[in-house]
């Protein structure tokens, strides 16, 4: 079954904190693809990264880092030194060909960063 | 590059009456996308378009809602007649063809049933 898990349901950090957000998924492919997207206050939702099934190299970008593990099904997001603009929510997705190649997402991460 | 139109931003109607959403895509983009989303929940697809063809409508009420890309570009989306629990942002996305690419989003309606 295709299935994306984040436990965390909201997170508050001070700024300057780092912080990670977990995301664990199910597929019965070995061909899949993982996103995450931010969701800021104002509502549409912005794409941050995108991971295929294939490449487990870590990725950092500025201050976002991604840690991909096949071995635990989990595609976690970092943020080094949060900053109040940083304060969203975070939704990773995964979509694959059993899946009928439609993406599904989790249900978000809130995270609160104070100033 | 113009990305994801959608209009209205905001609607409210009572139930039983009915309700359409309009959603420009990114030109150039194939694939275009209805989601749900419901308070605190993520989005929930509603029906996928490759050009104008359906892909996938297997999560939309087919009693109440339906939905139409035309000529493969603009899409709409309705609802007749809505029920309270219709209330969500209904965000439009659009891709290039393939299922291994990001989706761009559109700034959703948020449609509040009374």
């Known amino acids: 079954a295709q299935k994306v898990t984040q436990a965390q349901t909201e997170i508050s950090v001070v700024e300057k904190e780092d912080v990670t957000l977990d995301c664990v998924y199910e597929t019965r492919d070995t061909t899949y693809y993982l996103f995450w997207y931010k969701q800021p206050p104002s509502g549409e939702l912005v794409f941050l990264i995108r991971?295929?099934?294939?490449?487990?190299q870590n990725e950092i970008s500025g201050r976002y880092s991604w840690n991909f593990q096949k071995s635990t099904s989990s595609f976690n997001f970092t943020i080094t030194a949060s900053q109040v603009v940083d304060s969203a929510v975070y939704f990773c997705?995964?979509?694959?060909?059993?899946?009928?190649?439609?993406?599904?997402f989790g249900a978000g991460t809130r995270l609160f960063v104070k100033a | 590059e113009a990305g994801v139109a959608q209009s209205p931003r905001y609607k409210i109607i009572e139930k039983r009456q009915s309700v359409a959403f309009w959603c420009n895509p990114i030109s150039g983009h194939a694939t275009l996308y209805w989601y749900q989303q419901i308070l605190g929940q993520g989005p929930k697809l509603l029906i996928q378009?490759?050009?104008?063809?359906?892909?996938?409508d297997s999560q939309l009420p087919k009693d109440r809602f339906s939905a139409e890309r035309l000529k493969g570009v603009d899409s709409t989306l309705k609802i007749q007649p809505a029920k309270l629990e219709d209330s969500a942002v209904y965000l439009c996305a659009s891709s290039l063809a393939g299922y291994n690419q990001p989706q761009h989003f559109g700034d959703g309606t948020r449609l509040s049933i009374l």
């Open positions: 997705a995964l979509s694959d060909r059993a899946g009928g190649f439609k993406t599904i």
């Open positions: 378009f490759q050009n104008n063809g359906v892909v996938d």
């Open positions: 991971r295929n099934s294939f490449d487990e």
